[in-house]
């Protein structure tokens, strides 16, 4: 009497959310949180700070105990929060305070081209898990990839260094722009949109650069295990 195989278990799916756990934990719940309690809730500028920093330090602090590794991203945030409360002692000049936030986007745009050297490039926290999505079969090949293809390791450092490149950018033309332009045209607009030009300039530039040849690497090398 022959007998009737049982149905293979499906294959278990990550969360769609499971690939960006980093990106949200280091980076958007720490943004998110302190401006929902600084501009929503009206608290204290640096008790909002203090407050956002819980969950990266958490996190940096259960990496280093739990895995032996450092989190880049989630110590990079609190160091930022850290330095953000150390400067909202600071007083001056209207032209001095709208320079000292420069000081911000440098240590970040240092930070990064520093992981780089490190051969650890910081913005591969958020690059990854927007090429993979929740894909294991381009995960194993970003795994495989990063490990023995050289042209692959050079755009994911490329990546890291053009970001780290227009925050440093972003920091030169904002001191720049607070010594040279009237001060009513940089408290208005002046600085939203040097951060947005850095912000544009890493998208496009990353994008074209590295996140496009990165893709076709992936969907290359997922094609060969298929």
């Given at each position: 009497?022959s007998?009737?195989?049982?149905p293979a278990?499906?294959?278990d799916?990550?969360?769609?959310?499971?690939?960006?756990?980093?990106?949200l934990?280091?980076?958007?719940?720490?943004l998110?949180?302190?401006y929902?309690?600084?501009?929503a809730?009206g608290?204290d500028?640096?008790l909002s700070?203090?407050?956002s920093?819980v969950?990266?330090?958490?996190?940096?602090?259960a990496?280093?105990?739990?895995?032996?590794?450092?989190?880049?991203?989630?110590t990079?945030?609190?160091?930022?929060?850290v330095?953000?409360?150390?400067?909202?002692?600071t007083?001056?000049?209207?032209?001095?305070?709208m320079?000292?936030?420069?000081?911000?986007?440098?240590?970040?745009?240092l930070?990064?081209?520093?992981?780089?050297?490190?051969?650890?490039?910081?913005?591969?926290a958020?690059?990854?898990?927007?090429?993979?999505?929740?894909?294991?079969?381009?995960?194993?090949?970003?795994?495989r990839?990063?490990?023995?293809?050289?042209?692959?390791?050079?755009?994911?450092?490329?990546?890291s260094?053009?970001?780290?490149?227009?925050?440093?950018?972003?920091?030169?033309?904002?001191?720049?722009?607070?010594?040279?332009?009237?001060v009513?045209?940089?408290?208005?607009?002046?600085?939203?949109?040097?951060?947005?030009?850095?912000?544009?300039?890493?998208?496009?530039?990353?994008g074209?650069?590295?996140?496009?040849?990165?893709?076709?690497?992936?969907?290359?090398?997922?094609?060969?295990?298929a």
């Amino acid at each position: 009497m022959s007998q009737v195989a049982a149905p293979a278990a499906a294959p278990d799916r990550p969360h769609p959310l499971a690939a960006f756990k980093p990106l949200l934990l280091d980076l958007a719940i720490p943004l998110g949180s302190y401006y929902l309690l600084h501009s929503a809730l009206g608290l204290d500028l640096l008790l909002s700070l203090a407050l956002s920093s819980v969950v990266p330090a958490a996190h940096s602090l259960a990496d280093a105990l739990r895995k032996r590794t450092f989190n880049a991203l989630a110590t990079v945030m609190v160091v930022v929060n850290v330095l953000s409360m150390a400067l909202s002692f600071t007083s001056g000049d209207a032209r001095l305070m709208m320079a000292k936030d420069s000081v911000l986007s440098s240590f970040v745009g240092l930070s990064i081209l520093w992981s780089v050297a490190r051969g650890r490039p910081m913005m591969t926290a958020g690059l990854k898990p927007l090429l993979i999505k929740t894909s294991a079969a381009k995960s194993a090949a970003w795994d495989r990839l990063s490990a023995t293809d050289t042209r692959f390791r050079r755009h994911e450092r490329t990546f890291s260094l053009v970001w780290g490149a227009a925050l440093l950018t972003e920091c030169v033309a904002r001191v720049i722009g607070a010594y040279t332009l009237p001060v009513e045209t940089m408290a208005s607009w002046g600085s939203t949109a040097m951060l947005l030009g850095a912000i544009a300039l890493g998208i496009v530039a990353g994008g074209a650069l590295a996140v496009a040849p990165m893709e076709k690497l992936l969907e290359e090398a997922t094609a060969e295990t298929a």
